[in-house]
């Protein structure tokens, strides 16, 4: 186009721009985003008094801000970080500080906070407050009261349970089973079987477990039983006298003795679900029998697969041993008749 044309062109452009000013009024005209970039594009290297000998729709202060306002988003949109917010946390902080409230549950969060730092793990409060909320802990707690199994875990080292349980002979006998198990090394004591649990052989019972204990040099302060009516009241009489403290479970509620309730779970099916009992001599012999294996040799879960009186040998490391390993399986007795699927297994 001719400099003429080109002429003629802003003039009609600059007539129907004011047309549109004279129809709109005090009516505001809307920009979009493009529209703005556009114009911005195009008039902010001119001059600010040439800006304003230009007819526009918006003035030129107007178009200059928007300007600023371009280039303010661009450069925050770069400085943004890739993640916002405060840098997450380490997770083994994080199990550190849940794993303190739990195992501690009158600490609160300024408590757990100093020992971190004690442990050398500098954290702030406020971190450490924000991660027990997160998880649902309460950060400034009120947990004087535990619950039944912390009570059983803090108190497994002095800590006593005890159970009757039910067996038939074959003649059609019903004998009563009297065991005691030590929760922390898992240690059963067989104390007796009888057809008829009368008060004075429950009684000799428990003396003889005192006995036992002491003899053995371990220390209880805690019995859990049941409230069975074979228990005299002289039973707990006999373990107070002892420095025991008797821990009565509740109605119906057989997991709050759960760790005896086990053991005779698993004595029926090692044993009792194995073996014929002709009577009450032979079911205290293989009972005796398999006390003696179930406190040397079977390994148990809840101990890290150890022994109650025998820690675990030394794991084989030599080529040559694991190579020629020869089984010895003795018997438990002539006369117990526990069959070969309880015999022990020993490495030559």
């Given at each position: 186009?001719?400099?003429?044309?080109?002429?003629?062109?802003?003039?009609?452009?600059?007539?129907?721009?004011?047309?549109?000013?004279?129809?709109?009024?005090?009516?505001?005209?809307?920009?979009?985003?493009?529209?703005?970039?556009?114009?911005?594009?195009?008039?902010?290297?001119?001059?600010?008094?040439?800006?304003?000998?230009?007819?526009?729709?918006?003035?030129?202060?107007?178009?200059?801000?928007?300007?600023?306002?371009?280039?303010?988003?661009?450069?925050?949109?770069?400085?943004?970080?890739?993640?916002?917010?405060?840098?997450?946390?380490?997770?083994?902080?994080?199990?550190?500080?849940?794993?303190?409230?739990?195992?501690?549950?009158?600490?609160?969060?300024?408590?757990?906070?100093?020992?971190?730092?004690?442990?050398?793990?500098k954290v702030a409060?406020?971190?450490?407050?924000?991660?027990?909320?997160?998880?649902?802990?309460?950060?400034?707690?009120?947990?004087?009261?535990?619950?039944?199994?912390?009570?059983?875990?803090?108190?497994?080292?002095?800590?006593?349970?005890?159970?009757?349980?039910?067996?038939?002979?074959?003649?059609?006998?019903?004998?009563?089973?009297?065991?005691?198990?030590?929760?922390?090394?898992?240690?059963?004591?067989?104390?007796?079987?009888?057809?008829?649990?009368?008060?004075?052989?429950?009684?000799?019972?428990?003396?003889?477990?005192?006995?036992?204990?002491?003899?053995?040099?371990r220390r209880a302060?805690?019995?859990?039983?049941?409230?069975?009516?074979?228990?005299?009241?002289?039973?707990?009489?006999?373990?107070?006298?002892?420095?025991?403290?008797?821990?009565?479970?509740?109605?119906?509620?057989?997991?709050?003795?759960?760790?005896?309730?086990?053991?005779?779970?698993?004595?029926?099916?090692?044993?009792?679900?194995?073996?014929?009992?002709?009577?009450?001599?032979?079911?205290?012999?293989?009972?005796?029998?398999?006390?003696?294996?179930?406190?040397?040799?079977?390994?148990?879960?809840?101990?890290?697969?150890?022994?109650?009186?025998?820690?675990?040998?030394?794991?084989?490391?030599?080529?040559?041993?694991?190579?020629?390993?020869?089984?010895?399986?003795?018997?438990?007795?002539?006369?117990?008749?526990?069959?070969?699927?309880?015999?022990?297994?020993?490495?030559?």
């Open positions: 186009m001719s400099d003429w044309d080109k002429d003629i062109e802003i003039l009609a452009l600059r007539h129907q721009i004011a047309v549109l000013q004279r129809q709109l009024g005090d009516t505001r005209m809307r920009f979009n985003p493009a529209d703005r970039a556009l114009l911005t594009a195009l008039l902010h290297p001119l001059p600010r008094q040439i800006l304003h000998r230009l007819r526009l729709l918006a003035r030129p202060d107007t178009i200059l801000r928007w300007h600023r306002d371009l280039i303010r988003r661009r450069h925050a949109r770069m400085s943004r970080p890739k993640r916002p917010g405060r840098p997450r946390t380490i997770r083994s902080v994080r199990v550190l500080v849940l794993r303190l409230a739990k195992e501690n549950p009158s600490w609160g969060y300024r408590r757990i906070h100093g020992e971190l730092l004690v442990l050398g793990v409060a406020s971190t450490v407050w924000q991660i027990l909320t997160d998880a649902g802990t309460d950060p400034a707690p009120q947990r004087a009261s535990s619950t039944w199994a912390q009570f059983l875990r803090s108190q497994a080292d002095v800590l006593l349970a005890c159970d009757f349980f039910e067996t038939v002979t074959l003649t059609g006998t019903r004998m009563y089973v009297l065991v005691a198990i030590e929760h922390a090394q898992r240690r059963i004591h067989i104390l007796g079987a009888t057809p008829h649990p009368t008060a004075a052989w429950v009684t000799q019972a428990v003396r003889n477990l005192v006995m036992d204990l002491q003899d053995a040099g302060r805690f019995l859990i039983r049941d409230r069975d009516g074979k228990f005299p009241q002289l039973f707990d009489v006999i373990l107070a006298d002892a420095g025991i403290e008797i821990v009565l479970s509740g109605v119906q509620m057989p997991r709050m003795n759960s760790i005896v309730e086990r053991w005779v779970q698993t004595c029926r099916h090692e044993l009792l679900d194995r073996v014929l009992i002709w009577n009450q001599r032979h079911l205290l012999h293989a009972l005796h029998e398999y006390e003696q294996f179930y406190n040397n040799h079977r390994p148990h879960q809840g101990i890290a697969n150890a022994r109650p009186l025998q820690p675990l040998p030394q794991p084989i490391t030599e080529p040559a041993q694991i190579g020629q390993l020869a089984m010895n399986r003795p018997g438990f007795g002539r006369d117990s008749l526990l069959g070969s699927g309880n015999q022990t297994g020993q490495v030559a």
